[in-house]
């Protein structure tokens, strides 16, 4: 039974790799919590937290529509110039307006952190950095986005959550990272797709679960 109960006990909190929104969900909010990697290093004294809400489609379908609000709550000071993600399928073109003004289709993150579809950054730095836009915390930003797709979509995925951290101070392993994001909160009508091995998690479970009440009825026709 101890072997059952920690099958369940995975099922309650599964991991999430990926947030869908759906075209007709609009006010669909999702919450991502970003935890700092400064010299390939986890930094917790650098991170940021990003609230996003879904406006709904424009431009026939083809336009996805967002505010964004982003909140530099490290405990060290450090600047926040930038934010990105990946999408499934991959965006046209983009655009942002307010706390950050460029967006690109595109892009490099530093720290190893690699390729992203889509970034916004403030002050004219590229994708991996430069340029002195941004705001140190504590501070919010917001604004809104907009991204555009070559067909009309009926959903659109979301992953891979990454901020941009300059002018770190009192941080030995350097003045400069990244912010790894984790999807911690969805509001309203969502579907958040499991890792792989999530999924493996969930039927191990419930095969389990199957066998042990196969077991019992095998048990109580015995006694019979």
Do not use: H
């Not at 991170?47 to 809400?53: C, D, Y």
């Not at 994001?181 to 039927?203: C, F, H, I, Y």
Request: proline share 4%.
């Amino acid at each position: 039974m101890a072997v059952m109960a920690l099958a369940l006990g995975g099922m309650a909190e599964p991991a999430f790799s990926a947030f869908i929104v759906n075209a007709a969900n609009t006010g669909t909010q999702f919450t991502v919590d970003y935890v700092g990697q400064v010299g390939g290093q986890t930094t917790p004294s650098v991170s940021a937290l990003g609230n996003f809400t879904f406006n709904g489609v424009s431009n026939n379908g083809f336009t996805y529509n967002f505010n964004y609000s982003l909140t530099n709550d490290s405990t060290t000071s450090a600047r926040l110039s930038g934010f990105a993600f990946n999408t499934n399928p991959n965006a046209s073109s983009a655009a942002v307006t307010g706390a950050f003004n460029n967006s690109y289709i595109s892009g490099n993150y530093p720290e190893g952190y690699g390729s992203v579809d889509i970034c916004f950054t403030d002050g004219g730095g590229s994708c991996a950095g430069g340029g002195s836009g941004g705001f140190y915390n504590p501070n919010t930003g917001t604004g809104s986005f907009a991204l555009t797709f070559a067909q009309q979509m009926a959903s659109v995925s979301f992953d891979s959550f990454v901020t941009r951290f300059q002018s770190i101070s009192g941080v030995q392993a350097g003045t400069s990272g990244i912010g790894i994001g984790t999807l911690v909160d969805g509001g309203g009508p969502v579907s958040a797709a499991p890792e792989p091995g999530t999924w493996l998690m969930l039927m191990g479970g419930f095969g389990l679960m199957g066998w042990v009440m196969r077991r019992k009825a095998n048990l109580q026709m015995a006694w019979q």
